[in-house]
């Protein structure tokens, strides 16, 4: 990998008009104050980077769930599926994932699946990292079936500052482990139900990277991973 390539990153197409817009609020800026000018640059940026879409070294076996987003784990508990899924309602694991403005916010498929169903819902945007955003924020719910019948939820979630959700797939698509599928703009949450009787291999605070860092094996049968901070 050549220098260059760890700070130039790939950026995803919808980032372009942002990145465009930034550039030349900024060129007016110059004309204004120069140091303003500066100011705009930096925002230029930071916007570039956070709409940057970096390859991703993807594990192939059958079985692993990975993680659909970067961030940090929020949350790792026993909830209810989104309603509007069509699931049943017995508690499943979630595991949230929650992304900073800093974060790659492009959005990948945990495991590989066909879409059985798709379903949006609009609501609040209260900080993504608290319990409730699960319930009250916006959402985009993504039901993936997997060739061995089981099931597994990835729900996009707006934050405080996110106001779009995006969502690439569509219903029946038939999707890859680690397969880009949609973005939110400007920090968010993403949460995965895992299958009855799937435990997380991951544990609160532990940093993700979307489509590389393994969440779970389905084909595991050892207890929830312990860890230690260090």
């Known amino acids: 990998m050549k220098m260059r390539d760890t700070f130039l990153k790939p950026m995803h197409p919808e980032g372009r008009k942002f990145v465009g817009c930034f550039a030349a609020i900024t060129a007016l800026l110059f004309i204004i104050w120069p140091v303003l000018g500066w100011i705009g640059i930096g925002l230029t940026i930071w916007c570039y980077y956070f709409f940057r879409d970096p390859q991703r070294v993807i594990p192939t076996r059958d079985g692993l769930i990975v993680s659909p987003a970067d961030g940090v784990v929020s949350l790792i508990e026993q909830a209810v599926p989104p309603a509007e899924l069509g699931m049943s309602d017995k508690a499943l694991t979630r595991v949230s994932v929650f992304m900073s403005v800093f974060n790659c916010h492009v959005n990948r498929a945990p495991i590989a699946g066909q879409i059985a169903a798709i379903a949006y819902r609009p609501g609040k945007f209260f900080n993504a990292s608290l319990d409730k955003a699960s319930a009250d924020n916006e959402r985009n719910s993504l039901l993936i079936d997997m060739p061995d019948g089981r099931q597994v939820a990835v729900v996009q979630i707006a934050g405080l500052v996110a106001r779009r959700i995006v969502c690439f797939s569509s219903k029946g698509d038939t999707l890859r482990t680690g397969e880009r599928f949609g973005l ?47």
């Open 184 to 230: 939110i703009r400007f920090g968010s949450r993403l949460d995965v139900y895992l299958p009855d009787g799937v435990e997380p291999m991951v544990s609160l605070g532990q940093t993700m990277i979307a489509g590389e860092t393994v969440l779970a094996d389905l084909s595991a049968g050892e207890a929830a991973r312990l860890t230690r901070v260090e």
